[in-house]
């Protein structure tokens, strides 16, 4: 099965919603239809989260004849994240960073109270998950804290390099070794892009 | 409620398929993971972060017990998740010009498809499948994958660059730089926010600019 | 003389402005004229009295029959509705139509110091909310006085009709009531490309987009039409493009008739124009250009050329990569072209006069893969990348012209005003720009959008146009805009960065038009559409 390529993880879990004369999906889609963006959203405190999308799954679609009619019983949470790494060590990463929210979302699905730890919770995930059959990769499958750095120097070396042009040799050389200084590229905690940052004066930290 | 995250839209689409074409589905997915040349066209169209296929045969919906009913559906059914730049609208037609015999095997089998060539059809094939996303996370908005894919360029060329160019005369380190300068020419540009990509969705985003303005003030 | 249908496209049903580019044809003076029905009969009047003055699409192929004027005529939406089109016709028109050019702005960069408020008056009314232009009607012209002549017709026909009123509100020498345009020229009366400018100086109106039916001398289709994959120097290098992607009802290159409001007989032949009026601020660009070419390695007119993808004087910089191999060329080109002109040149140099026209158009990027030659960012290859966007990869896409073959457009139109001070802004002069296609948002907004004012598709990142992108101050560009010029590995030449570059053109008004079949407009003016 093809949930990864190279170390990027392909994660698609389907969490069976609780039916009930009270609906669980009107209140779950609300709840996560009014999450934080950007830099607020919670998954930017997950780490090594990529990109992931939260929808609900009420029923099949139907094409019209000569195909059948389907319907689900359940509605599903679908769950899709691609990360970096191996899925344990990812959703223990979530869980701690979430751990209120994820109770929260899980009252409203089937068997959401067996979730009590980090371990319960990668169990109920795993209970959840569905096979990815091909996962395509058409970006890198670098760790997320090395892409964000590698976005940060992108954009800072592209102002140096303008900003510098014509400059003598030992002028370019002098600046050259303060905006290594600056913005150590060795250095994956700092300064660098913030996860989920999406304004050019919020975007570095 | 949004497809789109920054400058990524998240397309995800139900399509139904009889369980025997499933199999060979994933029968042919299997040697596409195999074969690189499968999805060239994919890769060099470049505006795909990431994408991924998943068949679920119709016994294989999670079931977790305490009262959940058992599916009972006739198909497997064929769920696409992607992260492409741009809006669907917008870049269907690239999709469809540049890849329509790769998409065509995608999709072979999925109840009613009416193949990627010509594109209105399709196109409403699509979208009529398309589920909405309740939420949509980025860790990158401003960037493309060809931003993240030249960002990496630029630190693989900058770090070694930086050791070698301890000890220079400023000379030696000026035909240095000008040669890195020369090999990472395609990736000297900054990034910023998206082009607006729909006037539904930027209209969207102003209300809820507006909401929270006024749930501030309120 | 007879004309013989061969493909499936009815010129005569055309109207002339579509399939024609009227300035090739020494038609190089013209008047844009706008008006506002405010009554069905009487706009349904006014059409059917301009009816016998529209041009049509059939080829000049005589130099005896090219008219001295022609007359076109094209609908804004509320214009067709003012006109009293069936609602589920009007219902059939895509919505970037129906919103019209201004309603579209955040998406095509009309913002900043392109917003309508900085407009041309006749955009603008107390009651912005709705289109108040209707009609448009082009004049194009030999002399100002086939102009006039046209233009005192169509003056007849107003004074008959009280519930049609011309619209005014032009800045410019004409008292407001119409937008004047010219070709600039060196020689007065004889047009020949690349003999024809525009203000920043650059030979404008040299390449050709060429459609199966469109008409044009087949040689066109070289450079014009869409690229096979075969050397780009031979009729072999290229093919027709679908004439559905600039005519409705027509099949078009995703193998399918392009969306279009029913019924058939309403859109077939029909088609949509974007007029856009652009200033262009000469003052602001001679300036960068003297700035910034002075520090150029290779020079100001170099640097002219990496902008646009051309030489200033019309030659195509991926063919002539420097300076004196353009100007040679470019040379020969007009010393010949004034042997054709004056009829006094031999088969041979005809011969050879026809090798160089071709040379301007013949080429594509596949010997540029680096942008060493012409940037990826410049101009031209922003416009029409021909296979550009396969980045050298052949056989990665369907067809070398996948991405680009449904984002190519049909120009047309004019300079407009003149240059008094070449160190100012001010004044009027720009560009009237038509542009031709059948589905406005994918496009002429596509390549605007995500083209002009954005860089991905290129590997450019958020970097605009360096000519017509909207260099504003605003999120994601400091100070201007800014372009790489690629340097070259071979010779060890660095890439060179330009920034602070400022917005050269802004928008100063326009709309989007239909412009229907001769059959369409004869149904219009009879009130006799029926979609049942």
Same mark, same amino acid.
């Given at each position: ?205 | ?87 669907? @609208?917008?870049? $269907?037609?690239?999709?469809? &010009? *540049?890849?329509? %015999?790769? #998409? ?7 109840? /009613? ?80 926010? @998206?082009?607006? $990509?729909?006037?539904?969705? &930027? *209209?969207?985003? %102003?209300? #809820? ?7 501030? /003030?309120? | ?532």
């Amino acid at each position: 099965m093809a949930n990864k390529s190279g170390n990027a993880y392909a994660l698609t879990v389907l969490c069976p919603i609780r039916g009930g004369v009270q609906s669980h999906t009107a209140p779950l889609q609300q709840q996560l239809q009014t999450l934080q963006v950007n830099e607020q959203s919670p998954m930017a405190k997950v780490p090594n989260t990529y990109l992931c999308r939260f929808w609900v799954l009420s029923d099949v679609p139907y094409q019209g004849k000569p195909g059948f009619l389907d319907h689900l019983k359940s509605d599903y949470l679908v769950f899709s994240s691609n990360f970096y790494g191996e899925l344990d060590p990812y959703l223990e990463g979530m869980w701690k960073a979430l751990e209120t929210g994820i109770r929260v979302i899980l009252s409203h699905c089937v068997d959401g109270d067996s979730v009590s730890d980090a371990e319960s919770f990668i169990e109920y995930i795993k209970r959840c998950k569905v096979a990815t059959t091909f996962f395509f990769n058409g970006s890198t499958d670098e760790p997320l804290a090395q892409q964000l750095k590698n976005l940060y120097l992108k954009q800072e070396f592209s102002k140096f390099a303008f900003e510098n042009q014509g400059k003598s040799a030992s002028d370019l050389q002098a600046a050259f070794r303060a905006f290594v200084l600056r913005t150590q590229p060795d250095n994956l905690d700092g300064p660098t892009w913030a996860a989920g940052a999406y304004h050019l004066d919020k975007v570095v930290k | 409620m949004s497809n789109i995250a920054g400058k990524a839209y998240a397309m995800n689409a139900v399509t139904p398929m009889r369980w025997y074409t499933a199999w060979w589905n994933r029968l042919f997915f299997g040697i596409a993971n195999l074969r690189p040349s499968t999805t060239a066209g994919l890769a060099t169209l470049s505006l795909i972060h990431y994408a991924r296929w998943v068949i679920i045969m119709p016994g294989q919906f999670p079931n977790l017990g305490k009262g959940q009913p058992r599916e009972n559906v006739k198909y497997a059914y064929m769920i696409f998740f992607s992260n492409f730049n741009g809006s669907w @609208n917008q870049y $269907v037609d690239s999709f469809s &010009s *540049a890849i329509p %015999r790769g #998409l065509d095997l995608f999709w072979f089998g999925s109840i /009613k498809y009416p193949k990627s060539v010509p594109v209105l059809p399709f196109h409403r094939y699509i979208t009529s499948n398309q589920i909405w996303t309740d939420y949509y996370y980025n860790a990158y908005p401003m960037a493309t994958s060809n931003d993240v894919k030249s960002a990496k360029r630029i630190k693989d060329a900058l770090l070694p660059f930086i050791a070698d160019s301890q000890r220079e005369s400023p000379e030696e380190f000026l035909q240095k730089y000008n040669r890195l300068l020369i090999n990472l020419q395609h990736d000297i540009s900054q990034m910023g926010p @998206n082009p607006v $990509v729909s006037l539904s969705a &930027s *209209a969207v985003e %102003r209300n #809820l600019g507006k909401e929270r303005e006024w749930r501030e /003030k309120n | 003389m007879t004309f013989e249908v061969t493909t499936g496209v009815d010129l005569d049903d055309i109207q002339g402005n579509v399939v024609k580019a009227y300035g090739r044809y020494g038609l190089i003076v013209a008047r844009y004229v706008f008006f506002q029905i405010n009554g069905p009969v009487g706009g349904r009047k006014f059409v059917g009295n301009i009816l016998p003055l529209v041009t049509r699409g059939m080829p000049w192929s005589d130099s005896k029959i090219i008219p001295r004027v022609a007359t076109n005529i094209g609908f804004t939406y509320e214009g067709l509705r003012h006109l009293d089109i069936p609602e589920v016709t009007l219902h059939g028109f895509p919505e970037a139509f129906s919103m019209g050019m201004k309603a579209r702005r955040e998406i095509i960069g009309d913002t900043g110091p392109s917003l309508y408020d900085y407009w041309d008056p006749i955009w603008n009314t107390p009651n912005d909310n709705k289109q108040h232009v209707h009609i448009m009607v082009t004049i194009d012209g030999k002399e100002e006085k086939d102009l006039e002549d046209r233009y005192q017709e169509i003056q007849r026909i107003l004074a008959d009709n009280p519930e049609v009123k011309q619209l005014t509100g032009h800045r410019g020498p004409s008292g407001g009531m119409y937008q004047p345009a010219a070709a600039i020229l060196p020689t007065k009366d004889k047009l020949g490309f690349p003999g024809g400018k525009e203000h920043f100086g650059y030979s404008d109106g040299i390449t050709t987009t060429f459609f199966e039916g469109c008409g044009e001398e087949e040689n066109l289709v070289i450079g014009g039409g869409k690229p096979t994959g075969k050397d780009p120097r031979t009729a072999a290098g290229w093919a027709p493009l679908a004439a559905g992607e600039f005519l409705l009802g027509h099949p078009d290159e995703a193998c399918e008739y392009p969306e279009a409001p029913g019924p058939s007989l309403f859109s077939l032949n029909g088609t949509f124009i974007a007029y856009r009026k652009l200033h262009q601020n000469v003052g602001s660009f001679n300036a960068y250009l003297d700035a910034q070419g002075a520090k150029f390695p290779d020079g100001k007119e170099a640097l002219a050329a990496k902008f646009a993808g051309r030489w200033r004087n019309g030659a195509p910089l991926v063919s002539f990569p420097n300076e004196e191999g353009a100007n040679k060329f470019i040379a020969e080109f007009a010393a010949l072209q004034q042997k054709m002109w004056a009829d006094s040149a031999s088969s041979q140099e005809k011969e050879r006069f026809a090798e160089l026209s071709l040379q301007l158009l013949a080429f594509d990027y596949s010997n540029d893969t680096n942008g060493s030659r012409c940037p990826f960012g410049s101009h031209i290859r922003r416009t029409n990348p021909r296979s550009a966007l396969e980045f050298g990869k052949t056989k990665a896409f369907d067809v070398p012209g996948a991405l680009s073959n449904r984002r190519r457009i049909l120009r047309r139109g004019l300079p407009y005003g003149q240059v008094d001070d070449p160190t100012s802004d001010n004044g009027e002069h720009g560009v009237i720009m038509l542009i031709v296609n059948a589905d406005l948002s994918r496009q002429f907004e596509f390549v605007q959008q995500q083209w002009m004012n954005y860089g991905n598709d290129f590997g450019l990142a958020n970097d605009p146009d360096p000519l017509l992108g909207n260099h504003e101050n605003k999120e994601g560009r400091c100070d201007g805009g800014r372009m790489t010029i690629e340097g070259d590995a071979g010779t060890n030449k660095p890439p060179y960065f330009c920034d602070r570059i400022p917005t050269l053109v802004e928008t100063r008004g326009g709309d989007y038009f239909f412009v229907p079949s001769l059959t369409c407009l004869r149904m219009i003016a009879l009130g006799i559409i029926d979609p049942t």
